[in-house]
């Protein structure tokens, strides 16, 4: 090993995001990570440190130090362009004309809009459970919207390149709500977890909105806003 603190880091981050390392799994105890990293228990302590400021992992009083979940939403401009998490793959469920329900038809207006749902996995886990309503206007340009697939990287992005008009994010919400039997389904939530996390985004393009879209994610789910 390097034999330094920011090796060490380093190292133990790689395994993280390789997922070889998983949340909830237990480091090997400061003696361990001496011998293996050739380093003294201070410099053991400050890569830890440095792991603990990035959330790659946590202390469990009188138990350890454990890998955190680092789930993150992937939102905005990084969204739009189909960036995700390492180790993470989309799930493409339905694509269907809808009646845009009465909070989406606030921001997109009423009447008949493409409903998009979808979920995020790492592996068998399901990470994200998520919607979009698309106006109609997109489905000219894009009709992949109405197909049950993947556009490809979103359909924001097919529709900026086609259309030559920019697409972004004029607002993001977090809010939290009593978790349905929805929810619980695409999640695949247990018995003990009552609410999830919400949040929603609106897509326009100049002053029109053209989408808007919803993620539910389980409580404590670290959320990255970039």
């Known amino acids: 090993m ?13 395994r993280i995001d390789r997922g070889t390392l998983e ?10 990570l001496m011998k293996q990293f ?7 302590y400050r890569a830890i440190a440095l792991l603990k ?25 990084k969204r739009i362009r189909g960036i995700t998490q390492p180790g993470e793959t989309i799930h493409h469920k339905s694509s269907t004309r809808v009646q845009a329900p009465d909070w989406v038809a606030a921001h997109l207006g009423e009447g008949e809009c493409v409903n998009r749902v979808r979920t ?7 990470l994200q459970a998520s919607q979009s309503w698309v106006h109609l206007d997109v ?3 894009v009709p992949e919207v109405d197909e049950p697939q993947a556009c490809d990287p979103t359909w924001q992005a097919v529709y900026e390149d086609r259309s030559g008009n920019s697409v972004g994010v004029s607002s993001k919400d ?21 609410s999830v996390v919400v949040l929603r985004q609106i897509y326009v393009t100049g002053h029109k909105v053209i989408g808007v879209g919803e993620g539910v994610y389980a409580p404590g789910h670290p959320l990255s806003m970039a």
């Open 53 to 77: 400021a990035e959330g790659y992992v946590h202390s469990q009083q009188g138990k350890g130090v454990f890998v955190s979940d680092r789930r993150k939403l992937i939102a905005g401009t």
């Open 23 to 32: 949340a909830g799994n237990k480091l090997p105890p400061t003696q361990a």
């Open 38 to 44: 050739a380093l003294s228990d201070n410099a053991v």
């Open 120 to 126: 995020v996995n790492r592996g068998d886990s399901v």
């Open 174 to 194: 977090v809010t939290s709500r009593i978790a349905t039997e929805e929810d619980r389904q695409a999640l695949g939530l247990g018995p003990g977890i009552h």
């Open 2 to 14: 390097a034999g330094t603190v920011a090796g060490m880091a380093a190292y133990l981050k790689a």
């Open 139 to 141: 489905a000219e340009v």
